[in-house]
């Protein structure tokens, strides 16, 4: 399991989401409903949908790292949490967009970008243990 480089990157995706809950994506002013700003953090506890969407991350990551035995089914698990982040970024871009006011993205924005590469890097190397496996079958 920890031979294949497809573990790493599916540890860097799991620790990326897991630290996305202390590290803020944006920061920026909110209205309150009686028009006082205050100024808020988004991370990945700030709305109920972030936390769960980034939860089922962390859990589909970690399923995926533990079904190294079935190739395809961890192929299909990369290729939800790619859809999964691709999602989760989106939500956060309509919350930076639509429900703060002189948002300034952070740095640790790119720990979205870290999951959504560590995902996609696992799916390849997966593909490509698939690969050497056929190759190595059909030259028996």
Same mark, same amino acid.
């Given at each position: 399991m920890i031979q294949r480089v497809q573990t790493l990157w599916?540890?860097?995706?799991v620790m990326a989401a897991g630290l996305s809950f202390f590290f803020?994506?944006?920061t920026g002013w909110m209205l309150l409903p009686e028009g006082t700003p205050i100024k808020a953090q988004v991370d990945a506890g700030y709305q109920l949908y972030l936390v769960v969407l980034t939860f089922l991350i962390m859990l589909l990551g970690?399923?995926?790292l533990f079904s190294y035995q079935n190739r395809k089914k *961890?192929?299909?698990y990369c290729l939800l949490g790619l859809l999964l982040c691709t999602l989760l970024g989106a =939500?956060?871009?309509?919350i930076l967009f639509y429900e703060l006011k002189e948002s300034v993205p952070s740095l640790t924005?790119?720990?979205?970008?870290? *999951?959504?590469?560590?995902?996609?890097?696992?799916?390849?190397?997966?593909r490509h243990d698939?690969? =050497?496996i056929k190759e190595q079958d059909s030259l028996r």
């Open positions: 599916l540890l860097l995706s803020p994506f944006a970690g399923v995926t *961890q192929q299909w =939500l956060y871009l309509r924005s790119l720990l979205l970008v870290a *999951q959504w590469a560590g995902f996609l890097m696992a799916w390849r190397g997966i698939e690969k =050497l």
